[in-house]
């Protein structure tokens, strides 16, 4: 089994630190090379741009690949999306000078629209009924309204900074994106794409939770169960040779701090609190 991953850029690092967290763990992964092995013998590593991946996948080259959702709407490749990974989000947008006549995306019929995302791009259009003439760019997409080569641009934002700075106006949103974990669709039931799939998911089920573990005097019990705002019931045990009971529970991070608080107002004690590597729901 091959998953295509981002070599490098801004989605390289948090896709190998899921693939670590999620137990596969990259063997002989040096700098340059191609592909890498993992602590499982079915599994490879192959490193390619962002762009490329979805043609990797379509064409056999991987069976599954990380990239964002706006590479595989513009490569066409009708892929199986099999998780949202939540990061690297970002939006493509629609944007002109906002001291210009642009106001609306009908004000773009029969005007000019530069884009590194051509096919994005006209399939948006295209679905509203207006035809703009798209300009596809390699980069510097916000520059081009200022040297007279388009009338407004599609180009990727993910704080809109970089528009308010070049003057440009947001329009319209066009595509939000993050990357996914996506396969060739005759390999989604395939035993080892579910194993990957929940593993990549469990971290993500984990994330922002933690795992409470506290004694409780047997009395007290259903008050921690009010106070508590766990997933489902708690897990309850009886600790040997008293009367009390140990209580685990998976509350979410945010709420740790009130939980904690209202747990001892009734009762717990030795509160330990750890963190969670991986769910499987």
């Excluded at 995306?105 to 884009?115: C, E, N, R, S």
């Excluded at 169960?225 to 766990?230: A, K, L, N, T």
Aim: charged share 25%.
């Amino acid at each position: 089994m091959r998953i295509a991953v981002p070599n490098k850029g801004r989605l390289h690092e948090p896709t190998i630190e899921l693939l670590e967290r999620a137990g596969l763990h990259i063997e002989n992964g040096a700098d340059r090379k191609l592909y890498a092995e993992t602590v499982d013998p079915d599994v490879t590593v192959l490193f390619a741009r962002a762009a490329d991946i979805p043609e990797y996948v379509h064409d056999g080259a991987a069976e599954m690949g990380i990239t964002g959702l706006d590479q595989v709407r513009e490569s066409g490749r009708e892929l199986a999306e099999l998780l949202d990974l939540a990061f690297g989000r970002c939006r493509l947008v629609l944007a002109a000078p906002e001291d210009g006549d642009i106001a609306s995306p009908d004000d773009l019929a029969g005007k000019t629209v530069a884009t590194e995302f051509p096919r994005i791009t006209r399939t948006y259009f295209d679905d509203r009924g207006i035809k703009p003439s798209i300009v596809e760019v390699t980069g510097a997409t916000e520059l081009t309204p200022h040297v007279e080569m388009a009338d407004a641009i599609v180009d990727i934002t993910s704080t809109g900074t970089t528009l308010a700075v070049n003057r440009l106006a947001i329009i319209d949103e066009v595509l939000s994106s993050s990357v996914r974990l996506f396969a060739r669709p005759d390999v989604v039931d395939d035993g080892k794409v579910q194993q990957v799939t929940t593993a990549l998911s469990s971290v993500l089920a984990a994330s922002g939770k933690r795992y409470l573990m506290m004694n409780v005097a047997s009395e007290d019990l259903d008050a921690v169960r009010d106070v508590i705002p766990g997933m489902g019931g708690p897990t309850v045990m009886d600790i040997a040779g008293t009367d009390d009971v140990a209580v685990h529970v998976v509350v979410d991070e945010r709420e740790v701090f009130e939980v904690i608080t209202d747990l001892k107002s009734v009762g717990a004690s030795d509160i330990l609190v750890t963190e969670i590597e991986r769910l499987v729901e």
